[in-house]
């Protein structure tokens, strides 16, 4: 898997300043904690098979019937899960994550850049907001995609990845056939040790994904914070304005370096700089601080998509930038 937040290269990771992973900077947030502590009373014990109260908190933050949500270790797992419906070809639209091509191809599926044509079975997969380049498509424009899709027989995934940081443009309460939602709470918690992400779905579809998904998923710590998730909608909308601030400002701290910021609705940017920045990284790294390069993407070597973090470490960052680019 290409991802960011490798920052097992020392026995510390805490060393690391990591903007190659899209994180809550402050860590978990301050109720998981205490959820965590809680489930250490039922580790003994098999996780429910049903997934009960997990998928109770889930369908209640997320405004859908319990019926229609599939609880998952990770948006990794989710992923995984919906490339195992149909055997058709895998769509994508490029720049975007590319794990949806490569979990495709493990399965045996062909993949392909979608160019408005597709035949029953094919599946769509997009990221919205994209990842990396944070670009929003609006519930009519989605709409607009499924329709497309649905007239050739296919079917469109959407990864909300990162939608708790623009929530006004989620599909999950517009469920219907050909439509399947991806998510994750990973960014928004903090907490991409713990697996918990999630599908949503028309039941017909979420019975079928059930019959593929591993028993005993998720475990006990994830299911204790998916059911107090209820609990903390007004901490989770905190995160997503708090996000935004912090978003504008990085913006324009990377444009006095001269870079070209592209706009976004996650909690990244993606930053052009004209010139190969392989050796800058190098350097960044060999100092402690991490970023993504977008290779994976297929984008070229002058591309970074950057985490946000607070506005100390996105000023450390940018005073680092400064000495390698010569930049005051």
């Not at 490339?83 to 493990?106: H, I, K, S």
């Not at 045996?108 to 929003?136: H, Y």
């Not at 392989?278 to 100092?287: M, P, R, W």
């Amino acid at each position: 898997m290409n991802h960011g937040g490798c920052v097992w290269d020392t026995d510390h990771p805490s060393e690391w300043l990591d903007f190659s992973a899209n994180l809550r900077p402050e860590g978990p947030a301050e109720w998981i904690p205490e959820a965590i502590h809680q489930s250490l009373e039922n580790i003994r014990y098999y996780p429910d098979p049903e997934m009960k109260r997990a998928r109770r908190g889930m369908a209640r933050f997320l405004g859908i019937p319990e019926k229609c949500i599939l609880p998952t270790s990770g948006g990794a797992a989710a992923i995984d899960l919906v490339t195992q419906l149909d055997d058709g070809c895998v769509f994508t639209l490029p720049p975007t994550f590319g794990e949806y091509t490569a979990r495709a191809a493990v399965h045996g599926r062909k993949t392909a850049v979608w160019e408005g044509m597709c035949g029953p079975g094919d599946t769509l997969m997009i990221c919205n907001p994209n990842n990396p380049t944070g670009e929003i498509r609006t519930q009519e424009e989605l709409a607009a995609l499924l329709a497309e899709v649905k007239a050739g027989g296919g079917s469109l995934i959407v990864d909300e990845a990162f939608i708790e940081y623009c929530p006004e443009y989620s599909l999950r309460r517009n469920l219907c056939s050909g439509l399947i939602i991806l998510g994750s709470f990973s960014k928004i918690l903090g907490i991409p040790g713990i697996r918990l992400g999630y599908i949503c779905a028309e039941p017909e579809t979420i019975d079928r994904l059930r019959q593929k998904t591993l028993p005993w998923t998720p475990d006990a710590a994830a299911a204790e914070i998916a059911a107090a998730l209820p609990e903390h909608r007004e901490e989770i909308a905190a995160e997503y304005e708090l996000n935004r601030k912090r978003r504008n400002l990085f913006g324009k701290q990377l444009q006095t370096l001269g870079a070209e910021v592209h706009p976004s609705q996650g909690n990244f940017l993606l930053v052009d700089f004209h010139r190969d920045m392989s050796a800058a990284a190098e350097t960044l790294k060999a100092g402690k601080i991490l970023v993504r390069t977008c290779a994976s993407f297929g984008l070229p070597a002058s591309f970074w998509r950057l985490a946000v973090k607070t506005e100390e470490e996105n000023t450390r960052f940018i005073a680092a930038m400064e000495d390698i680019l010569h930049v005051r």
